[in-house]
């Protein structure tokens, strides 16, 4: 079952600008990940942020949760041409699976 | 280099001509999956396995199956491939109870 959702689906910014993308899901979690797929490749993982911290940064990632809301936000600032690649949330899939669902992910394509 | 390997990473192959997807991971994680990639419906999770000897479907898991026999090797089998099982696959790994997931590199299978 579909947990997070990404939006928007794609986006297309200019080199340097801050790219923010959203993630809603449905049902309470511990924690939310983010990860990177560069195209066909797999998908590596950027950063987690757990239910009790508001907001979480790693070098040019900032990002944040709102547990009312069911949302989490990524941004990356300063963006660059390698950053062109799809983002997916990720939270746990809930019962005794210990796994993960993730979203449909947003395209970013950074223009140089 | 702690890394999980897939192979092939390429595949064609006709209808119901069975096959084995792969998956070996040198992290000594417990915990492996297999995630089918199609556009506009993200990653699903097809089977998981907790520990060697322990498998479970996941949310897509029809004609698939999946053994364990070692904790380091996760194989995906497919008994008689359809066209509809024609996706991109990932195998990913995790320590139980850690959070960050390891994903193979993928495997684009074509079933014609």
């Known amino acids: 079952s579909q947990q997070g959702e990404e939006d928007p689906q794609a986006l297309s910014i200019q080199e340097g600008e801050n790219a923010t993308m959203n993630c809603s899901y449905k049902?309470?979690?511990?924690?939310l990940q983010w990860y990177r797929q560069n195209s066909g490749r797999g998908l590596v993982h950027l950063i987690l942020?757990?239910?009790?911290?508001r907001e979480k940064h790693s070098g040019r990632l900032r990002v944040t949760l709102d547990t009312s809301k069911k949302s989490s936000s990524l941004l990356i600032t300063a963006s660059r041409a390698a950053d062109t690649a799809s983002y997916f949330c990720?939270?746990?899939?809930?019962?005794?699976?210990?796994?993960?669902?993730f979203g449909k992910g947003t395209h970013l394509i950074i223009q140089p | 280099e702690a890394q999980v390997t897939q192979n092939p990473r390429y595949l064609i192959t006709v209808t119901g001509k069975k096959l084995t997807v792969t998956c070996s991971q040198n992290m000594n994680h417990e915990y492996m999956s297999w995630y089918r990639q199609d556009p506009g419906l993200g990653l699903r999770q097809i089977y998981y396995?907790?520990?060697?000897?322990?498998?479970d479907k996941g949310d897509v898991p029809e004609g698939y199956k999946v053994s364990r026999k070692e904790k380091r090797n996760f194989p995906l089998i497919l008994e008689s491939p359809s066209p509809n099982q024609t996706s991109l696959y990932f195998c990913?790994?995790?320590?139980?109870?850690?959070?960050?997931?390891?994903f193979g590199q993928g495997t684009r299978l074509t079933v014609v």
């Open positions: 942020i757990r239910s009790n911290e």
């Open positions: 990720a939270t746990p899939s809930g019962g005794g699976a210990d796994g993960l669902t």
């Open positions: 396995s907790m520990n060697v000897e322990v498998t």
């Open positions: 049902t309470s979690i511990n924690n």
């Open positions: 990913a790994s995790r320590m139980t109870g850690k959070t960050e997931a390891f």
